[in-house]
């Protein structure tokens, strides 16, 4: 028992440094004392070898984020520049004033999925790895729209579990297309402007919705576009997104009649353009390097006539965007 507290006035010392100018200070303090000292440590040594919501896993690489879609981000500056500028103005912010809401629109292959995974890659240490990275298939869990009203409930739970966790969270909703309507609007209260609800501070989260509503108008703007002699690096955000919402707005899909659109909650619509024939083509490269292949022109023309193009007769734009399988 002495050396017990013998030992604890030394820990607590290291503590409190009145405890060190009265080594027999009262025992209950110095215990408490040690048990603070022993909980630091823990989290200390805890953090160092598990996953915890600090800056040690989840570390904001903007730089390295810029970098990447610059280097590996094909046809698609609107995209680039849209994410770059939201997602470092959400986290160059201490208290945001809501979680930031991203809605990624465009063709299926376009680089949706594919920004979602660089923006896990460049936040969190694990990435898409990691256990504050949540990933959800509408058209998975959310099939029968009969059911709306019970995956409410459980949308609302696991949002509410999730941030409570680590309100550095990143939700992607994958085939948004696919949501039954009015399903989107239950956690429409955890991206508005409130400080806390329940107590917990919603505002730190980031939500990706990927979907493919307005895909073919964004490709029949962009033709017309090209058709019209235009460059590509000319398309303006404000056409595009205009395009997406008056989509979103007008016909049933994800978004229809939804009060995140209207109130708005979205903080921004980011359009993915259909990707033409240079653009595809690099994507092939990246990925028969990234598979240990040899790159040769052969090799890489010989995909490139496995891909649709369209319109068939001037063939400008994949239709598969760069969603390929080799």
Known sequence: ??????????????????????????????????????????????????????????????????????????????????????????????????????????????????????????????????????LISAAREFPHEERVPYYKDRLRAWIEFNIARCPRSIFIFAEMNKMPPGLIDTIAPYLDSYYTVGGVNYRKAIYIFLSTTAGDEITQYAFQHWWNGYPRKDISPTDVINIIFRTATSTKNELWNSEMVYRPMITAYIPFLPLEKSHVRRCIEDRMVARGYLVTDDTVESVMKEILFWPEREQVFSVIGCKISF
Request: charged share 20%; net charge negative.
């Open 1 to 134: 028992m002495q050396l017990l507290t013998a030992t604890c006035v030394v820990v607590a010392c290291c503590v409190h440094s009145a405890v060190c100018a009265d080594p027999f200070a009262d025992f209950v303090e110095v215990m408490t004392l040690t048990a603070e000292y022993a909980g630091r440590y823990y989290d200390s040594v805890r953090s160092y070898f598990a996953e915890t919501c600090d800056d040690r896993w989840i570390h904001d690489d903007l730089i390295g984020l810029s970098d990447h879609l610059n280097k590996k981000l094909y046809g698609q500056h609107l995209a680039q520049e849209g994410v770059m500028y939201f997602i470092a103005r959400h986290l160059q912010s201490a208290e945001p004033d809501k979680a930031l809401v991203l809605s990624f629109h465009g063709r299926t292959g376009t680089g949706k999925h594919y920004v979602s995974n660089i923006i896990a890659q460049h936040l969190y240490r694990k990435g898409l790895r990691s256990q504050f990275v949540h």
